[in-house]
């Protein structure tokens, strides 16, 4: 497995993987990898010629500059289950070589018809230009056959089926199950800053979530996300954002029930700060 830092390197190992006509896997992350990670590496590496992961912090998609700051990092121990997992390549770039000091301080524009509007958009403003931004440079270098993107993130994965549509890179998006702890909580790098005690609690999320299905037939979707925020709130300790059912492929806010809907939420455990979804 080869480590490379540079634009530069990743290209002419790219190139070379080209003209020796092999397929290419992507899997793009921002490090302290968990199960879930691995989940989407282990496709990669059976479904292509070559996996390539990348480990990148990408400090234009965080809008909260503290949660860049504790936002975990372990290069060295992400490294070697990349490469337990049968990984060809990987890209840990700093920022400095990923970004101009011109581009770090340009705000990535695009259109995303809205999908961007709402929900982690409306929470966390810029997020999505930042994930945008960084995707689409990664996608660039990379020129992956196939990219692999976890379902946890529902409304990145939704951006970037959109951003691979509107600029045209030839690449198949591969949506992959979220993996859960054996609680239920959702994995994520962010329950590494969990206290045993707040994962505990944090393991409501997804209780009151699947329990939550028990209801469709009886509440409408705002009456059953009311009643999910209200029990989850009822945990001393988690904090509801927001908790959305919305249509599964507008993202729009939903009167009646139909047969492609989610609920996504974000939960602040303490300061650190939870998402999951689910499908009705
Ligand atoms: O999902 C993530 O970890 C990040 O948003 C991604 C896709 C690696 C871009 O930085």
Redesign the pocket.
Known sequence: MKIIKTKKELQAEIEQLKSAKKTIGFV???GALHAGHIALVHRCVSDNDCCVV?V?V?PT?FNNPDDLKKYPRDLKKDVSLLEAAGVCLVFAPEADEMYSAEEINTCFDFDFGGLDKVMEGKFRPGHFNG?VQ??SKLFSLVKPDRAY??EK?FQ?LAIIHRMTELMDFPVRIVDCSIVREPSGLAMSSRNERLTDEQRKKAAKISEVLFESRNFVSAKSPKELAAWVVDKINAVDGLNVEYYDIVDAVNLTGIEEWNDNCIGCIAVFCGDVRLIDNIRY
């Open positions: 793009p992350t921002m990348s990148f990408n998609q994930v960084v995707v993107f976890g993130d990145q």
